[in-house]
């Protein structure tokens, strides 16, 4: 495909360090592909979608996280039924420079500076997609600086992708089980129990086998998939707040109000009037 260049300063605002959007993806391939003059970490958060990057052909689907290079020109096609909704998130290039020349021995030849054909990509699952979307949501509801730019990124490869790599060898096959399982409404529904239930396991061995693979409790862990089941639905119906909560489990509205609010920064409601928006309409 033929490239053009997008250029960063289009996109931000006087004294942003960088810009995010959140959006659904075109079911149509663009006429022409596109690098860049920044670098970029872009999100699937629901849907699949083809990319077309550096003259290879990917199908990528939910939790797919990637680290973008300047050079690398891509190009993207939503499924025509499920659609595509996408976070990316833009950085200059000296906001990277500024990254590298601070934690360059730890993050050498990954992320931003891997140096394959293809950019740096993980596929994230359960607890690290549900943080992955926190931070996120928090990103673009704060001041866009430099300093809240590092604090995404360090967020994101300290307690996302460094844990994946230490515990994806060994996490129990029973633990990686019950976290499957545990995404079927009809099992977080029931909160810890349910996540009991599938582990066939003890509460206190499950709470220790969480704390260990997933750095959070088991309460945590099924609040984390009820708060990001739940957000999606405030986006994709129009249904009522509090048959939403009913549905998650939550039939305490105030509790459900508390917990979503802990995850994503914002009520129920405002998110779901934020999403209805344009992301790249201007306040």
């Not at 999100?43 to 996280?65: F, K, P, S, V, Y």
């Amino acid at each position: 495909m033929k490239t053009q260049t997008f250029r960063i300063e289009t996109y931000l605002r006087p004294g942003d360090a960088s810009h995010v959007a959140h959006k659904e993806l075109s079911k149509r391939w663009a006429e022409l592909a596109h690098d860049h003059d920044y670098y970029e970490v872009f999100l699937i958060e629901h849907g699949q979608t083809d990319h077309w990057i550096n003259g290879a052909r990917q199908r990528l689907g939910r939790g797919h996280l990637a680290f973008v290079r300047p050079s690398d020109a891509h190009a993207f096609r939503a499924d025509a039924r499920q659609g595509c909704r996408i976070f990316n998130i833009m950085f200059r290039a000296e906001t990277v420079a500024h990254f590298r020349a601070r934690y360059g021995p730890e993050i050498a030849g990954r992320f931003f500076d891997h140096t394959g054909p293809l950019p740096d990509a993980h596929d994230l699952q359960d607890t690290g997609l549900g943080i992955t979307l926190r931070l996120l949501e928090r990103l673009m509801h704060s001041p866009l600086t430099l300093a809240r730019v590092e604090e995404f990124l360090l967020a994101l490869i300290n307690q996302v992708l460094a844990p994946a790599d230490l515990d994806s060898h060994r996490m129990p096959s029973w633990l990686s089980q019950a976290c499957k399982a545990l995404r079927q409404p009809a099992v977080f529904r029931q909160g810890t129990a349910g996540f009991i239930a599938v582990a066939g396991r003890s509460h206190e061995h499950l709470c220790r086998s969480c704390r260990t693979h997933l750095g959070v409790t088991p309460s945590a862990h099924v609040n984390q998939i009820r708060a990001s089941y739940a957000a999606e639905r405030l986006v994709r119906t129009q249904d009522p707040i509090a048959q939403i909560a009913s549905e998650v489990g939550m039939d305490n509205i105030g509790h459900f109000y508390r917990v979503f609010r802990s995850h994503f920064g914002t009520t129920p409601r405002a998110y779901r009037l934020s999403h209805q928006k344009d992301p790249f309409e201007r306040a």
